[in-house]
């Protein structure tokens, strides 16, 4: 059973930053794809980023050029860097990794809490 646990999560006011790490507690082959993905009260769970194996990312547009998302391929481990925090950003923040070939996976976190607040 693999699993993925979230932290870096809390309180923090607008303008600041965090850090969220995601590592997988059991062994995986190292996933194809490497995400965070959020979601608030009421609205559906949305793409934050993304990250390859090869280290190719995509954003979302709202986060794009404040949020910076990187992995570790030998430990199945996966960081979003959060700067410049909007309210707007309060949300829960899903881990994901997934694998199509030659094993197929999709494995998500439990989520951690962001808030941006003053």
């Known amino acids: 059973q693999v699993q993925l646990v979230e932290s870096g999560g809390g309180l923090v006011q607008p303008g600041g930053s965090l850090r969220l790490s995601c590592a997988a507690s059991?062994?995986?082959?190292?996933?194809?794809?490497m995400g965070w993905y959020r979601q608030a009260p009421g609205k559906q769970r949305d793409l934050v980023a993304n990250?390859?194996?090869?280290?190719?990312?995509n954003y979302g547009e709202s986060v794009k050029g404040r949020f910076t998302i990187s992995r570790d391929n030998a430990k199945g481990t996966v960081y979003l860097q959060m700067n410049s925090l909007k309210p707007e950003d309060t949300a829960v923040y899903y881990c994901?990794?997934?694998?199509?070939?030659?094993?197929?996976?999709?494995?998500w976190g439990q989520g951690t809490q962001v808030t941006v607040s003053s």
């Open positions: 990250i390859m194996r090869d280290g190719s990312t």
């Open positions: 059991g062994s995986i082959f190292s996933p194809d794809t």
């Open positions: 994901n990794a997934k694998k199509n070939w030659p094993m197929r996976y999709n494995y």
